[in-house]
């Protein structure tokens, strides 16, 4: 059986061939930070803002389980650029009162590029006035779409979620 790796010269070219087909293969494997497909998370990847919300102050959302409202009262700066960002929420139950003492969590994450942030998460803290809900210091770190799940679990373990989907600039 012949070896050509087991001359200097030709393992040094089966070296370099070998390491050119295992870089080609790691890069396809990333896929340039490729991920999920529309199909797969649900928001529109393709470049169109069909699913992509333009921020207003007040911008409100229903949960998936219609058990709680969302509004963002207040984003600080507002979703246009990359950064840290400051979210004020305002929850309130189905029948209008504010949701005291809920668990809230933000997940962002690029549906087009099948990541989130580090950490995957951020705890919302809860403000003096009822209802109210502060995300600090959530890390939107590149430009393209995002969706930020809000993720609302009550003092009674009933859970609902709601999602923003903002398209940042560099």
């Known amino acids: ?40 998370s649900g928001v529109d990847v393709t470049g169109s803002d069909a699913n992509v919300d333009e921020y207003v102050a007040g911008l409100e959302k229903i949960g998936d389980s219609e058990h709680i409202l969302v509004r963002l009262v207040q984003s600080d700066p507002i979703p246009q650029d990359t950064g840290y ?13 504010p949701l005291v003492g809920a668990t809230v969590v933000a997940e962002p994450r690029m549906p087009a590029h099948g990541h989130g942030t580090f950490p995957p998460t951020t705890e919302g803290l809860e403000g003096d006035e009822e209802g109210r809900y502060t995300i600090k210091a959530m890390d939107l770190f590149m430009a393209g779409v ?3 799940e809000i993720l609302v679990e009550d003092s009674e373990g009933t859970a609902d979620r709601v999602e923003y989907n903002f398209d940042l600039e560099g």
Do not use: H
Request: glycine share 8%.
């Open 85 to 97: 960002y400051d979210w004020t929420l305002e929850i309130v139950t189905a029948d209008g009162s």
């Open 1 to 40: 059986m012949r070896r050509p790796w087991k001359t200097k010269s030709n393992a040094r070219s089966f070296n370099a061939a070998l390491l050119a087909v295992c870089g080609l293969i790691l890069v396809q494997s990333l896929g340039g930070c490729e991920g999920p497909t529309e199909a797969s």
């Open 146 to 148: 995002w969706r930020v």
